[in-house]
């Protein structure tokens, strides 16, 4: 599942590249299995997200505002998503559509003295935690598959919820709509048991009218390896690459041509499972952290994916890949 979560301090979001350092994709959402097609039916997937997110530490965040140490961020957030897969072919491929909504809980703590867009200052320290909804996510993907070789095309947006507020530090919607596409291969051997994974799309941000602020264009490369060491678990890596081709707009942009970058990895661990009638059940484990960033948060986050989707009618000469949505 991809699960996009926007941590933002309304009142610091052009201290970083991309509003408030975080943009609509949540790099490492894609991993392990992506581009496997499933079975036709409905899954129902669900994913916790806990990210920590460090930006300043005593740096000055941005010229024109005396940021005297930095802001530190948390969230707690739950996706659920159900979607569903058709039995006919489009494109010679297997179409599948879901949407999710992410409710969850978020907390902002900043140690600055600060300018905000509309002249609102804030000195010392300030905190704010509020338990929230996330925008609402559409996803649509076209699978492939060809022996061990599999593919993918996917198209993924959001609807506002109305929930972003421009006076509270702690949001979980983006303030914007954005739409994000891309393409994904798998590679999954059931001879050697290796498998590999990547994901690489772009997304594109609206203007966030409460800010006259719009984000660049971001670029996103995910990918996973790993092994299984039994019929029904697998081990490995996962990391992601993320950068930010073109600079930020709008009167809200104050520091101009101001590009993002981060690299993550982390380790992985899937399992497979027969849950009820007619559903096989798949958990993954993984988590990230930052090992090299460039005007955006340093983070760290656990991602819990639980998903179950329609078995396969005999027993699958390939493990079937979970849905993914943010």
């Not at 740096?59 to 006919?88: C, M, W």
């Not at 996510?137 to 198209?155: H, S």
């Not at 001879?191 to 996103?220: C, K, P, W």
Request: hydrophobic share 40%; glycine share 14%.
């Amino acid at each position: 599942m991809v699960l996009i979560v926007c941590i933002s301090a309304s009142s610091t979001d052009h201290a970083k590249a991309d509003a408030g350092g975080v943009g609509f994709w949540l790099p490492g959402s894609m991993g392990s299995l992506s581009a496997v097609p499933g079975q036709a039916g409905w899954s129902f997937t669900t994913v916790y997200l806990h990210l920590e997110a460090n930006a300043g530490g005593g740096k000055e965040l941005q010229n024109n505002a005396a940021i005297v140490s930095g802001l530190h961020a948390r969230a707690d957030a739950v996706g659920f998503l159900p979607a569903y897969t058709f039995e006919t072919p489009v494109l010679g491929g297997q179409l599948t559509v879901g949407a999710a909504g992410v409710p969850g809980n978020v907390g902002v703590n900043i140690g600055a003295t600060l300018t905000g867009p509309r002249g609102n200052q804030i000195s010392g320290n300030a905190h704010d935690e509020r338990t929230t909804f996330a925008d609402v996510y559409y996803l649509t993907t076209l699978k492939w598959n060809q022996g061990v070789n599999n593919f993918m095309w996917y198209v993924l947006g959001n609807i506002p919820s109305g929930t972003y507020d421009t006076t509270r530090l702690a949001n979980l919607s983006t303030g914007y709509t954005a739409v994000d596409s891309g393409v994904g291969y798998t590679y999954l051997n059931p001879q050697t048991g290796h498998e590999l994974s990547a994901v690489a799309g772009f997304t594109y941000s609206g203007m966030n009218d409460a800010l006259q602020y719009r984000n660049g264009i971001d670029f996103h490369f995910d990918w996973a390896a790993s092994h299984f060491v039994s019929k029904s678990v697998h081990v490995g890596i996962a990391g992601y690459v993320y950068q930010q081709v073109t600079g930020d707009s709008g009167a809200g942009a104050k520091l101009g041509d101001f590009k993002g970058h981060s690299v993550g990895i982390g380790p992985q661990i899937g399992i497979f499972f027969p849950a009820f009638e007619g559903y096989t059940g798949y958990l993954n484990i993984r988590g990230y952290w930052d090992v090299a960033t460039e005007n955006r948060p340093t983070t760290q986050f656990a991602m819990v994916t639980l998903s179950f989707a329609p078995s396969a009618p005999e027993k699958p000469a390939t493990p079937r890949g979970p849905r993914h949505l943010k």
